[in-house]
């Protein structure tokens, strides 16, 4: 069984639309990531949540600890935003080792 | 801002090899770790290193494995004998009171 579930695996939107990716996990944690990774490779950190909703520019990301359910939303989406999103959970705060959702291949399309 | 530096970008190597993945972490985090990502698939994690030792690992870091900080900003890993099925993109993150949970760029390792 997977600690952290991701939907959709795929997302295919047009650009200007409003996109949510949600994340599911079934272990305790003390720290939420969502992470952004490139065709390239690279892994950039978007947001670390334990409680709450953070907003940065057009990405929203929110977390319900009682439902052990987060998702991260982008608005206006553009096609710069293609990439996969990926959603990773960790115990120890922002010192912890972190697990990986399969993560969200995300297409806009111009 | 702050970048954690990983070198080389791709290294190509013999089965049966020894390779080093070198990292240099943010200079003020304390926490270190390595992540690997076979083609294809979610990534794992492999090892955290704090106070100059492994504080974790996962099954995956058998005894073919090692980490270590050589000096005050390498941190490197080893791959002692390469297998084809060590061939997998290999991340180094660290974390700190400020910047957060950052990662390098990545390491290329193909294994032929």
């Known amino acids: 069984k997977n600690e952290v579930e991701q939907s959709p695996q795929n997302l295919t939107a047009q650009e200007g639309e409003f996109i949510t990716i949600n994340c599911s996990y079934s272990?305790?944690?003390?720290?939420l990531h969502w992470l952004q990774q490139h065709p390239g490779g690279g892994i950039v950190s978007l947001f670390m949540?334990?409680?709450g909703k953070k907003k940065h520019g057009r990405l929203i990301a929110t977390i319900n600890i009682q439902e052990k359910h987060s998702s991260l939303h982008i608005t206006a989406s553009h096609p710069r935003d293609s990439a996969v999103y990926i959603c990773?959970?960790?115990?120890?705060?922002?010192?912890?080792?972190?697990?990986f959702g399969k993560g969200t291949k995300l297409s806009v399309k111009p | 801002e702050p970048e954690v530096t990983q070198t080389p970008s791709h290294q190509v190597t013999q089965m049966g090899q020894e390779v080093i993945l070198r990292c240099v972490p943010i200079?003020?985090?304390?926490?270190f770790y390595w992540y690997r990502q076979i083609l294809g698939q979610k990534v794992e994690f492999l090892v955290s290193?704090?106070?100059?030792?492994?504080?974790?690992k996962s099954e995956i870091f058998d005894d073919q494995f090692s980490v270590e900080r050589p000096d005050g900003s390498n941190f490197t890993l080893k791959i002692r004998s390469t297998k084809l099925e060590d061939s997998a993109m290999y991340f180094c993150?660290?974390?700190?009171?400020?910047?957060?949970?950052?990662f390098g760029s990545g390491t290329r390792l193909t294994v032929v």
């Open positions: 993150a660290s974390s700190g009171e400020y910047y957060g949970y950052t």
């Open positions: 272990v305790g944690i003390s720290a």
């Open positions: 949540l334990s409680s």
């Open positions: 990773a959970v960790s115990s120890g705060g922002s010192q912890g080792n972190l697990i």
């Open positions: 200079s003020n985090h304390l926490y």
């Open positions: 290193f704090y106070n100059n030792e492994i504080s974790e």
